[in-house]
């Protein structure tokens, strides 16, 4: 079974500061990889996906994330927070046996602080 | 364009008693997904319809009975409510299999 692990529950960083959000993943085969961000008392938005190619996926918002298959691993990063970027962040993987299956990660809260 | 609507936004059942939630999207798309956010856990799937007139069991199915009334409402309903279903319940919907998912606001459900 696939699944993913975000080793953080919180990361706290000064505006303007780099952001990186960490994401393992476990699954048979190619996996499909994406990020989605929650603002308070809101759905979640998608913010990027990998599939395939460039394991340099940009997304909305300014972020992008890293797939690194030796390591298993496809972190979301911004190179400068801001303090609106404040919110709790998802870590997702398709099931390779139904496209239609999502599993998601516990999240990390993101606190950027002024 | 509302996107996903979901009602009711909040709701206090007490244990053994049913209710239906309701999720509708104007986007025209063909699936439509049921989900539960639980602390510490992520979202787990429910139930979902890949397309009009198709349900399927998610991770978490039992205690919950789905609807897909036509494309654009798809509904969750417990029949007799624990306090274990106390959550937040979101209902999405994408184009297809591998489209992005658009979520919608949210129903934060107490059992007590």
């Known amino acids: 079974a696939q699944s993913v692990a975000q080793p953080e529950d919180q990361v706290n960083v000064a505006e303007g500061n780099p952001l990186t959000v960490k994401c393992t993943y476990s699954v048979s085969g190619n996996p499909y990889l994406f990020w989605y961000v929650q603002y308070p008392n809101r759905g979640l938005q998608f913010l990027l996906k990998?599939?395939?190619?460039?394991?340099l996926v940009k997304g909305s918002y300014g972020f992008e994330a890293e797939f690194n298959k030796s390591q298993t691993s496809f972190h979301l990063k911004k190179p400068s927070a801001l303090v609106s970027d404040s919110a709790l962040y998802f870590c997702a993987v398709r099931d390779p046996s139904n496209d239609y299956k999502l599993s998601f990660g516990a999240g990390t809260t993101v606190t950027v602080r002024a | 364009n509302a996107g996903v609507t979901q009602t009711p936004k909040f709701q206090v059942l007490k244990t053994g008693q049913s209710m239906t939630l309701q999720c509708a999207q104007d986007m025209n798309h063909n699936s439509m997904y049921w989900y539960r956010q639980d602390p510490g856990m992520g979202l787990r799937l429910i139930y979902y319809?890949?397309?009009?007139?198709?349900?399927d069991k998610g991770e978490v199915p039992n205690g919950y009975n789905v609807s897909r009334l036509n494309k654009r409402e798809f509904s969750l309903r417990l029949e007799s409510a624990a306090p274990s279903q106390t959550s937040v319940y979101f209902c999405?919907?994408?184009?297809?299999?591998?489209?992005?998912?658009?979520f919608g606001p949210g129903t934060r459900l107490t059992v007590l």
């Open positions: 999405a919907s994408s184009e297809g299999a591998r489209g992005k998912q658009y």
């Open positions: 990998y599939i395939t190619g460039d394991n």
């Open positions: 319809s890949a397309s009009e007139g198709t349900t």
